[in-house]
């Protein structure tokens, strides 16, 4: 744990709003599509996924600078599949964070093809990282184009919309999580992990760790569902039961979701006690997650 | 021009066929969704993007194998442009190619997740080209994205559903259909230029050919909706019309539609003489799209 962490997010979210939105606005490319991607990137967040990357890379005494261009594709990732989630063809939410969602405002058309323009730009963005070499920006795009394509989170996503009205067991929940959630989460980690050369075998706990994390945030997710205050996390409290979701919550108990909670921050706590990263804003993070109110 | 044409058409489109196959059914993903996916992309159609990579390798003496993996991926990319397209919340289109459209056999929501992961995909197979350079892997990355992205496809897209209902004159016509199909066809000659490491000045030449053969694509489409035959182009003679849509032929009529596209023809087999390519496959498909009943 490193104690100017709130020094660290503020920091760090404010490059990368920054840099998100020159990305956007500095396109060739027609105004409305413009504004519908800068909308629903500027609609802001925890920024998670970028702060575990930066944070991978301060770990690693690596400027986290370094990332910033690939934390900007990894967000315009996250934010694509919140934009498609959103579709009334998908989850039909007309609020996210507290704001209409981005078909509300611009049409499902234009929703799709923002989410269409995010998720190509993103890997232009990554490629064309010019202080990184070939070989790293190739590894990169391998990681998030897994993370993000069929077998990781649009699979998830498929798994999402499947298992809606049936009745899922907890396994089944989780593959869903594991998918939607945890993969693009790891991927964030292990793009840090490779611009920063961690060697394999920390590689691999990264992957364990963040796999434990995604599952923490979700877990953290369904608990605020149902405990939460609608003002601070943005939606109707309550809004699983009432849209028949199987959650953590709602497939066991408030209480049992907190003990299955603290089991998973303990797994990924420990991991990052196995790689010497105690001391990280890794750590921060993971305690964020566990610990949020939002 | 090169005499066993249509034997190098049938050799590589089955061999794209068949990688294509693989590729989604060797996916670790919901049988839904690599159904979905292999929906689309089974449904067909001319290959023209992968049938002009594979010219291009094969006119600067580079087995054309060596770009079947990038071949797959402008196809998935060129399919995942084909679904999103049709949906209810763009084109509302049920037919394409005789065939119901994707979303109407598998759901809006399938439809834009078998979209989503084909375009995620195709970036990780460029990605896992193990048979090139991570320079030539990045290089064809770069040119794949740009093309397809906001700058792109996606603002070509943009800009039709903006032109929709509206009267717009033949410079808009034309900048939509540069971005629509123009650019992922310059693309695909760019991407067999960037690996069989064609010289810098010829690239530049390529672009030009590429983008005078998109158009000629797209007005030969216009008039074979005005004069062609259903069955053989897959969808209503006159839809266009039908549809209040603008096209080369509306705006002006049969004859100077024809006029323009002998003229753009023109211009591209000019430049394929100026780079020593009459000689070649690439000479083939001018003459194919130009003169095409479907």
Redesign the interface.
């Known amino acids: 744990m490193k104690k100017d962490f709130q020094a660290f997010v503020n920091k760090y979210k404010m490059i990368l709003d920054q840099k998100l939105f020159t990305y956007v606005e500095d396109?060739?490319?027609?105004r409305?599509?413009?504004d519908a991607?800068a909308y629903s990137l500027k609609a802001g967040g925890k920024r998670i996924r970028p702060l575990l990357l930066y944070a991978v890379l301060d770990a690693f005494e690596n400027a986290p600078e370094l990332g910033a261009e690939v934390a900007c594709a990894i967000e315009m990732i996250h934010t694509y599949s919140l934009i498609?989630d959103d579709?009334p063809?998908?989850d039909n939410d007309d609020y996210r964070r507290g704001m209409p969602t981005n078909h509300k405002i611009y049409?499902?058309?234009?929703a799709?093809?923002a989410?269409?323009?995010?998720?190509?730009?993103s890997?232009?963005v990554v490629?064309?990282c010019t202080d990184l070499?070939?070989?790293k920006?190739?590894r990169l795009?391998?990681e998030i184009?897994?993370a993000?394509?069929?077998?990781g989170m649009?699979?998830g996503?498929?798994?999402d919309?499947?298992a809606e009205g049936k009745s899922i067991d907890i396994q089944e929940l989780e593959q869903i999580h594991l998918n939607k959630t945890g993969r693009m989460i790891v991927a964030s980690l292990l793009c840090g992990a490779i611009i920063a050369e961690v060697p394999e075998e920390i590689q691999k706990k990264l992957r364990m760790f963040g796999t434990y994390l995604g599952l923490a945030f979700q877990i953290q997710d369904d608990i605020l569902d149902k405990v939460g205050e609608t003002k601070k996390i943005g939606k109707p409290v309550g809004s699983d039961v009432e849209n028949k979701k199987s959650t953590y919550v709602t497939l066991t108990s408030v209480e049992t979701a907190k003990t299955y909670l603290l089991d998973t921050y303990q797994n990924a706590v420990e991991i990052l006690d196995t790689c010497n990263l105690s001391q990280s804003y890794l750590k921060n993070i993971c305690d964020w997650i566990a610990n949020r109110s939002n």
């Open positions: 396109l060739h490319a027609p409305i599509l413009k991607m498609h579709l063809a998908m049409g499902e058309d234009m799709i093809l989410g269409d323009g995010l998720l190509t730009y890997f232009f490629a064309n070499t070939f070989e920006r190739v795009i391998q184009a897994a993000a394509g069929p077998e649009v699979a996503q498929v798994l919309m499947e």
